[in-house]
């Protein structure tokens, strides 16, 4: 167990590459555009985008792995993420992450599954937990997020790893003796707040239904629990439009420059997801779309 979903994932970069080594992954993906460069960083590793922000498929990789032979940077590290965060919770279905899984593997590179959400993707599609775990080395998730633990993460691969996970831990600062008190909130929602994701998932549903005529926005049918809303002119921005629904009470960040994201989680019930529409159009009726 570590504090956070990013120091899962730059644990699982270090333990599988070496200092001038490249890490092939979408993107959007979080290890990419929201963890600092620290992959490069920390771990001396180049991450290589390929696909979209909808993941990519084997042909795609086995091109990249081709140029590798051909004088790239050597990508020793293939990484997965499931739900697609920047692309709302979207899921990479599974039969394509098994299919890049067993590419990557027939070219001798290793393979995470940066599972911040996989929860969602495991309620929203039935996929047993076991079939996502067979697709990687490591796999990290979160008992933060949709579970709703106050904070804390996992690193999950065989038995082997663990000790040089834990040095590696130590060195990264993350091997805290009050870990007890975390790992008993993580029991605590994965025994209680699993089955309830699809609750989320059909609020979420419920919330982009309410709001997909408020003219400033393009609002996604989500997958999960995320909603996006791209702004359309003469917003440009989703940061002051959030702002304003933050002044009301609605808070929400943009997910790219452009688009708002509205997480439903633990915390909203029916009733909260009605006072958020409620307050959305009356916040944004004046607007000047
Ligand atoms: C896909 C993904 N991976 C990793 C993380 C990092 O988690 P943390 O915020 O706990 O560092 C996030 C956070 O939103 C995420 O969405």
New binding site residues.
Partial sequence: MV???????QLAVALHTRRGDALACHPG???RI??DASAAALSGVQAMPIGDRHGFDAPALDELLDECACGWPPVSLVWL?NTL?EAGGAIWPIERLESVSAAARARGCKVHL?G??LWNAHVATGTPLPRFGALADTV?V?L??GLGAP?G?LLCGPRSMVAEVRRRKHAFGGALRQVGVLAAAGLYALDHHLARLADDHRRAARLAAAIADVPCWDVAPPATNLVLARVRPPWRLAEPLCARLRAAGVICFPNVAREVRLAVHLDLDDAAIDEVVARIRATLRDDPA
Avoid: I, Y
Avoid at 3 to 9: D, E, K, L, R, Y
């Fill in positions: 504090p956070t979903g990013t120091m899962a994932n993906a979080h290890v929201h963890e993420e965060g940066d911040a959400r990290s979160a933060s997020k904070a993460s």
